[in-house]
Structure formats: C-alpha cells, structure tokens
C-alpha cells in the first residue's frame, strides 16, 4: 500500500503531460493533452487544473490519498515564489502566480520548478540518479539543459537561474550562443549547435559529404552529422568530436564545482548512443587532472520523455517530505 | 550573554592558530603556535591538543560552555569521515581520524572542514558573505582555492572535493596547471602564475620594464607585475588583464551553475585593490549573458587571514546547530 499519491505535471509549449504517481515512483495514470497557448492564460490554467484532476481520477484513488501537485514548466520561474516569470515558448503566462492558483483551485498542496530541473529531479527520484546522492544532468537538444543535485538537494541558486549547465564558458571568446555569451557549450554540444556548426563550415568552403543535403534545400540535423560521422567524413567526425569534447571540458568543471559522483547525459542526442558516451569519456579522461580519482562516472538518463512527469510529481513527493511548498 | 563558544583550529603546514569565539564570532581568545611538522604526527596533534585547551584557558571562559571544536586543515581530507588524508605540506598527518582524536582527548565535539571551505564559511558567516544564502569565494594566492555555499550549506560534493575553484576549465588545452590539467583558472589568475607568465612572455623575447628584475636574478611576484602594469608596461598590462579575464569567465560559470549573490576575491592579489576588482568587474560585465540580470556582485573579502580560524569555530557552531559533527 503506497503512503499516498501526488500529481505531476510538466507543461510544455505544445503539449501537457500529466500523471499520478506514488511515492516509488510508479505511475498510476498518464496522458498528453495540449497546451493551447493561443487560447491565453485562462485556457492554460484551466487545462492544467483539468488535467490534475484527471490524473486522479483515471488513476481512481481516493482524493483524501493525494498528497499534493507538482509542476515542471518552462523558466525563467521562481520557485520559491511559485510564480512563472516569463517563458519564451509560454508568453500567455507571464508573471502568473500558478502554485497559488492551483492550491486554491484544487485544494491541493502545489509546488513549481523549472522543467530542467523537475527532469534532473526525476532522474534523481527514479531514474539514472537514484543510488546517488550528487548527481548532474547534461539535456543535449535545441540548447543544453542542466540540473544538479547536491547531497540530494535540487540547487537553485540566489536569483533561482541555477544550473543552466548549457551556458558554462568552455571557449571563452568563442562561438556565439543564443543567450548572448560567446564560447558557451551550447553553442558547440547542442543537437542544433553542432549541425549549423558542419553549415557554417561547409559556408566556408569546407568538403563534407553533408553538402548533398545543403544542395538539396534541407537543414542539417545532428543525426547527419552522427551518420556521417560514423561513414568517415572528415568535417563530421571533427565537429562530433568537439561537441563531444566541450562537453568534456564542462563536465571537468562541474567534477570541480560541484563534485558529483556521476553525471548524465539526456536529450535527443543521446540517440547516438555509444558514439557519444565513449567520445565524451574519452576526451574527459584525457583532460581531467589525475591528482585525485574524482572524474564522475558518464552515462545516460533512463527515463527519456517522462522525466518532466515523473519529476515534477517527485518535487511534489520532496515537498511532502520537507513540508516545503 | 553569548550562547556558549566554540574553538577554532585552522592548521596549516607553518602555523596552526587557534582561538575561542561566541555565536557572534566574537574572538575572545587568539594566537599562533608553530605547527612542527617535522616532529612527526604525535607532535602536531599534541600541538592541536593544546592549542584548543589554550584557546579556552585564556579566554577564561567556564569549560561546560565550549559547545565544540572545530578544525581546518589542508585536504585532501574527509569531512563525513573527520579523517586527514594527505596533505601535500602536512604529509605526517596522512590518515589521521583528527575529529575522532580530538574528540575522545578533548571530551568536546569536534568537525573537521578543509581549510579553503572554511575559510569561505568563516567570510560567510561573518564577513563579506554574512548578509547573503548563497555565496562563492575564490581565493588568489600561490594557487587559486575555492568555496560555495548553497542555500546556507557549504557545497562539498561527493567525493569532497567539491568547490575546487582554481580548477574550473577557463582555456582547456591552455597553460599547464600544477594539476596537470591544461587552461585552469589557477593557472592565469593565482598571484603565483601570472608572475611565472611574465616571465614566460619574456623568456620568449618579449620586452617588460619587469626584464631588470630577472636580469638580476630575482624572482618576478606578482606586485611587480601590478605595479608595472599601474605604471603602463605593455607585457604587465597584458598579463594582468588576462588575469583578471580568466578569473571573469570562472565567475560567469559560476554564476551559471551555483547561481550566487555574491562573489567575493580573497588572498594575497586582493592587496592591488580596485585596480583587481575594476578589471574583474568590467570584464564579467562583457562576457556574460544580458537573457537574465543574475551577475553575481563581485566584492572583497573582509576577515583577511582571520578567515580561516573564524571559519573553523563557524564550523563548529554549524555542527552544534544542526546537530552533525
């Protein structure tokens, strides 16, 4: 008999994810539904409520068993407040105090963090974390996303903008991220990074057997230059190899900062599988100082696509645990 | 009336100082004692022994008010398992369990923290990071050494070497660090490093007012180099800059991962004063991000070589709050 359940949600720019989850993380419903930010924050705010109280009752517990409601949403947010601040993907909700309105709404004890860290976290709870106690993510998509724990605590930070792994300095004076920086590992490791990076050479003058798909009208993707790489093609194997590399570089510094006992690797790109895991230990063997045995172990996250859900109803289980929301 | 007080021991590979202070950090008893590595381990951790009774002695204080003890040595150590484990300058002390001897000599409760750790407690505690929850100090001197609070608690990470500032990768395949690694922090920005650049960019033909130094066969450190820089020279100039870049980009990575309000810069460099913290400032200001106004404030350090014995009595005092010596 489970000590009661809590509800996820992970709120997405398209799509809503919610769930009911015990506290061993098993999960007792779950569906898709879709945002609709077009319809502004009423319709937003009205399909989270909905869909918290589907989660329960598809799951048919007993409400008096729910515990509470956890939800992942885009940044930047604060936690601490329980107020979504201003998320590109989200603009309808701006500056809305969500956690209140879903404990008043629902009548449930609610809590808010930002969906990288509520993935971190579900790793964490549930997932490529859970024997550890000092862990870090490294989400490898459009951007590069991060989550650290330490000594079993999310860190958030003063201004609550931690870990934002994505825009540690790995080539300071370097390529210019999105977020304004220059030589961030972003801009070099990300899925999308790494493909306008084999663009830009093959602009230059670069030879790449990836010119066909230039030639053709079609964007590069990081899974050409995986492919590519993987068949020999020299610009290719050089741009895989630094992506990997400077992720490397950010992993050392975090062993330096934060310490952790093993770091993982999410997100699209994770699809290439060994070819990346073994690349980017490799390079970090390499560069790692050898005066202490602490480089974190490498690998991948487990959970894929539910780590939001399960993670965000895990923030809500560490808010029951804590006592705070 | 004070709520008790507890012993600070900060040993170092020279001197071990020691005193008594209140929940205030009022120092109520001071003073340093050679260490006397050379007599061997007994020796020194008689020394410690003593020095603690010391403390309380002349701080004519009643003995059942000494709520603990708490001690910073050079690491490696553990603090979870209060051992020495080998540190470079106290190489006696190799796996010394110093809490548990401590503890069982002196009938008091005792901590062990590494020294950089505590002295970034001591400055958070009571000096330049009092005021704020989540703060961060890198300290510059021979090396750079490093310190971070999370959310109230010192960050150690979980094979305790967390907080390795110097260590943060700012020009990977860079200078070579004492580390091994290449392009450290440590390796631009200690008082030591810049100094050996110096000479290094002259070694290899540049001009420098700093030449008459090594023409007479004296070391170049790193106030000659400010001063020449102060005074215009284009080698020193360009060496400090590249100082006070470096230990820039180290700040912007911490500002994206633990996210602090504060950094504060410790350590012998600190004597050049604004012409340090002008550079530092206005060089972070460049680099980072304008997504989100999160720049930590960059200041000073304000307990000087105080740092370390108040912070191993904060220690102490941490460990009697929350009860985990």
Redesign the interface.
């Known amino acids: 008999m489970a000590d009661g359940y809590c509800v996820g949600v992970d709120l997405g720019g398209t799509n809503l994810k919610a769930g009911l989850l015990d506290d061993k993380a098993n999960i007792l419903s779950q569906f898709s539904v879709p945002t609709e930010v077009e319809r502004g924050r009423d319709a937003v705010v009205g399909n989270i409520l909905a869909a918290a109280e589907r989660a329960i009752t598809e799951a048919s517990v007993e409400r008096s068993q729910v515990r509470g409601v956890g939800i992942g949403s885009p940044g930047?947010l604060s936690h601490r407040r329980g107020l979504v601040i201003n998320p590109a993907n989200l603009p309808c909700m701006k500056d809305t105090p969500l956690r209140q309105i879903v404990t008043e709404r629902t009548g449930l004890a609610a809590t808010l963090e930002n969906d990288a860290n509520a993935a971190a976290w579900g790793e964490f709870w549930a997932g490529a974390g859970k024997d550890?106690?000092?862990f870090v993510m490294f989400t490898l998509g459009t951007g590069v996303g991060g989550g650290?724990v330490?000594?079993g605590?999310l860190?958030?930070?003063?201004?609550?903008?931690?870990?934002?792994?994505?825009?540690?300095?790995?080539?300071?004076g370097g390529r210019k991220?999105s977020?304004?920086?220059?030589g961030c590992v972003e801009a070099y490791s990300s899925a999308y990074n790494l493909a306008r990076r084999a663009e830009e050479m093959m602009a230059e003058g670069r030879s790449s057997t990836l010119k066909k798909l230039v030639d053709a009208g079609q964007m590069v993707m990081a899974e050409h230059v995986v492919e590519a790489a993987q068949a020999g093609d020299a610009l290719a194997e050089q741009v895989w190899d630094e992506a990997c590399?400077?992720l490397a570089?950010a992993i050392?510094?975090?062993q330096?900062?934060?310490?952790?006992?093993r770091v993982v690797l999410a997100g699209g790109l994770i699809a290439a599988g060994d070819f990346l895991l073994e690349c980017v230990r490799k390079h970090a063997q390499a560069?790692?100082?050898?005066?202490?045995n602490?480089l974190?172990e490498i690998g991948f996250a487990t959970l894929g696509n539910d780590a939001g859900l399960i993670g965000a109803a895990g923030c809500a289980w560490e808010a029951h645990r804590t006592g705070q929301w």
Chains 1, 2 share one sequence.
């Not at 860190?155 to 300071?172: K, M, S, T, W």
């Not at 330096?256 to 006992?261: F, L």
């Not at 560069?287 to 202490?292: N, P």
């Open positions: 930047p550890v106690s000092d650290v330490v000594d605590q860190l958030r930070g003063h201004f609550e903008n931690g870990a934002e792994l994505g825009h540690i300095l790995v080539q300071p991220c977020c304004g920086q220059e590399y400077y570089v050392v510094t975090m330096h900062v934060s310490n952790p006992q560069i790692t100082w050898h005066l202490l602490d974190p």
